[in-house]
């Protein structure tokens, strides 16, 4: 079970894109995390590029 987030309140630098969060196992526990304060850039289960044809897309 998950919730979708558009990205719509995540800040630019943060490469804002849609992801799940919190997604939980089917006992209710949440399994990912939103932001941790080591790498804020972390949005529970997503997919970024880094690189697309030599265009970095890191940090928004």
């Known amino acids: 079970m998950a ?3 558009d990205g719509s309140r995540i800040r630019a630098v943060s490469s804002p ?3 799940l969060h919190p997604v939980r196992t089917l006992a ?3 399994v990912t995390d939103h932001q941790p304060l080591d790498h ?3 949005l529970g ?3 970024a590029l880094q690189d697309v044809d030599g265009v ?3 940090g928004g």
């Open 40 to 42: 804020v850039w972390h």
């Open 56 to 58: 970095n897309f890191w």
């Open 17 to 19: 894109r849609p992801y």
């Open 3 to 5: 919730d979708y987030q």
């Open 28 to 30: 209710g526990t949440v």
């Open 45 to 47: 289960v997503g997919v």
